[in-house]
């Protein structure tokens, strides 16, 4: 017999780890270039379309990656803004930019403008009266602080009217004589804005548009005004969060109003409506939408202008090719990751840490991006004491399995009371071990097991049951690899004879729905197994879809439902061997236990890999497929069984139509 066995050393991933350039630092930037690029290309264009759309699996730290790949973004220098109160106009303060860096001057002027009021109100009257024309006042002793601030003023100022608002302010506050004391924060606001990327962590009105108190005969309290995130990310970026606006969206409309008006109006501030407001501040924003799938169609639905406005759209990706170049860059970003929780990490971890990231993939060439999920078997390790080394990495990952694995534990229960019947020596007509996995919402992980599966065959009309789909506990995928199986059989027995058998296939002890086409070679060798009286071997389980030309097609789930089938089998300590067949297309995807593999060393399991149901047939039965008119093999066998008459009309595929309805 041809062996099909799958080599050792490719049941497991294997990495080279030798002479890697390992950057400790953040790696984010080289392990997702493409979207790096979608954001550099976004931070580089003007507002014509101000909204970007990421697309990012949930379980990614979407805003620490996101400010990761933003964080060297071109430089630019923040921008200062002022509000100053108008006496002219007391219920709308005036708004002006100012020149770069010249926050705290501003603010050391205002303040020897209030420090001057306070101590000479007469001095400051008559310099508010002349403004800066009279060179010998200006040269007065008891007026040098006062001119050093408005040299100050009209040195830093972008707006040529902000002369003209500090001189009426100097009127204002000199000629005021309700007070003894100026608190100059009470007419004037000036701040600083976050150029780069600004993070909206709290989506809210008060948070994003700032608060206003209600307005007194004064006009506008400054000191009391409360500036929000978009306050400070003027000209900048804002990332919001889909799931943010998808639960607030009145709130989003506003500030979409805002970004197409260009004009930031504090009546967003506010529910309630009041007579007298600051006037809008000019506004330009850029926004980052990120979200999992589901939240960006939901977003799209919800405010299809989003597309339109939309400059790019990218994603993050569930994980990354295992490459050697993204070998050096992933143990980098675990590097940063580990050593920002104090977790211990080194080279002696490499090779169990990339085979964890490997397995939650279900593919030996890509590598996880869930570090979160990666890291705990680190912090366990840690945390337990154990070794830094593979040993200690495996007993962590079998601690964390512990923790959550009630529902295998039952099952196994199952199995090992006989309440689940299943065998796993000998040989059997008509019965095979298909493989399952079992999975279930909330905590719990998946796990495979076998599934015993039965056909019968025997004389009749021809009508064939499909006992899942008849009792209604099969998906439309069940249904549709049964289908596909009649058509397998039909091509092969039934194109010049009647087919005078009847028959059924049953997943034996299955209470629940089951779908999914990973049985389907199972069932249809079950089936061959049952029309040409041949036995199965009952030591192999069986695992992979098919199509109508017995090719065989990979599944999911191949690593659960190997060590599901080792586990049950060695329940009570059996020594036996024992194997399972499954698509050789899976064999990239195998990312066996230490405990399957050592099995497979020592010759006690055996993982088989084929590409064709003939392959499998040979394996399973012992005997070739051969063809119809060789009795010594399966197809001959049935054939000679069926004994039709050539020239009899095709009944096989009148009872294949019945086979599954």
């Known amino acids: 017999m041809t062996d099909f066995s799958i080599p050792t050393e490719q049941l497991s991933p294997h990495f080279e780890c030798d002479n890697l350039d390992v950057n400790t630092q953040v790696q984010w930037a080289n392990l997702l ?48 803004y002022t509000m100053l109160f108008d006496p002219n106009q007391p219920t709308q303060p005036l708004f002006f930019e100012l020149k770069e860096d010249c926050l705290s001057p501003f603010n050391t002027a205002m303040s020897k403008l209030a420090a001057t009021i306070s101590n000479d109100k007469l001095s400051v009257e008559l310099l508010a009266n002349e403004f800066i024309d009279d060179e010998a006042l200006l040269n007065a002793a008891h007026v040098q602080n006062f001119n050093a601030m408005l040299e100050q003023i009209i040195l830093y100022q972008k707006d040529p009217g902000l002369s003209d608002a500090v001189h009426n302010l100097c009127q204002y506050l000199a000629a005021d004589t309700s007070q003894s004391k100026v608190c100059i924060a009470k007419y ?68 979409k109003a805002s970004i197409n008006t260009q004009h930031l109006s504090w009546s967003k501030a506010t529910s309630t409506k009041q007579a007298t407001m600051p006037n809008p501040m000019p506004y330009q924003q850029k926004v980052i939408f990120v979200g999992n799938g589901n939240a960006v169609a939901d977003l799209y639905e919800l405010d299809p202008d989003i597309v339109q406005m939309s400059l790019i759209e990218t994603e993050l990706p569930h994980e990354v090719v295992a490459n050697k170049e993204n070998l050096g860059y992933y143990l980098g970003q675990l590097h940063c990751l580990s050593t920002q929780q104090a977790l211990g990490f080194g080279p002696s971890l490499y090779q169990s840490v990339l085979k ?150 049953v997943f034996e002890q299955s209470y629940q729905d089951i779908d999914g086409d990973s049985a389907s070679l199972a069932s249809t060798l079950c089936m061959l197994s049952a029309l040409s009286n041949e036995p199965l071997h009952q030591h192999i389980a069986v695992t992979g879809a098919m199509d109508q030309k017995g090719n065989v097609l990979a599944v999911g789930g191949i690593n659960e439902k190997i060590e599901g089938f080792y586990r049950i089998a060695t329940l009570d300590g059996n020594t036996e061997k024992h194997a399972v067949l499954l698509p050789k297309a899976n064999v990239s995807q195998l990312n066996l236990s230490e405990q399957v593999i050592q099995a497979c060393e020592k010759g006690l399991f055996t993982v088989y890999g084929v590409e064709h149901i003939d392959q499998a047939i040979e394996i399973m039965f012992g005997l070739k497929a051969g063809s119809l008119f060789e009795e010594q093999t399966v197809y001959g066998k049935i054939n000679k069984l069926v004994g039709a008459n050539e020239a009899e009309p095709s009944a096989l595929t009148w009872l294949l139509k019945k086979l599954f309805g």
Not at 207 to 215: D, E, I, N, T, V
Not at 247 to 253: K, V
């Open 33 to 80: 270039p493409v979207a790096k690029a979608s954001f550099d290309y976004f931070a580089s264009q003007n507002f014509v379309q101000p909204f970007l759309v990421c697309q990012a699996p949930s379980f990614l730290q979407q805003k620490s990656i996101i400010s990761a790949l933003t964080a060297n973004l071109p430089e630019t220098k923040p921008a200062t």
């Open 188 to 255: 004037y606001k000036a701040w600083q804005d976050c150029p780069g990327l600004n993070v909206c962590q709290d989506f809210s009105r008060t948070s994003l548009f700032g608060s206003l108190l209600p307005f007194s005969k004064q006009g506008f309290d400054f000191a009391s005004i409360k500036l929000g995130l978009l306050h400070h990310s003027v000209g900048s970026i804002l990332m919001l969060s889909c799931e943010d606006v998808l639960a607030d969206p009145q709130l989003w409309f506003d500030l």
């Open 356 to 505: 964890l990231a490997t397995k939650f993939c279900e593919h030996n060439q890509l590598l996880s991006l869930d570090f979160n999920a990666v890291l705990k078997p680190l912090r366990l390790l840690a945390h337990l004491g154990l070794n830094s080394d593979s040993a200690g990495f495996n007993q962590a990952c079998y601690a964390l399995e512990q923790n959550i694995n009630a529902h295998q534990k039952f099952s196994d229960l199952a199995y090992k009371d006989k309440q689940t019947k299943i065998e796993v020596s000998g040989k059997q007509v008509g019965q095979i071990n298909g493989l399952s996995v079992i999975d279930f919402s909330g905590l719990g992980l998946s796990f495979g097991e076998p599934i015993r599966i039965t056909a019968s065959a025997h004389q009749g009309d021809g009508d064939f049951t499909d006992v899942e789909r008849k009792a209604e506990l099969a998906g439309n995928i069940h249904a549709k690899s049964m289908m596909i199986i009649q058509g397998y059989l039909t091509s092969l027995f039934a194109r010049d004879h009647h087919f005078p058998l009847s028959g059924s296939i």
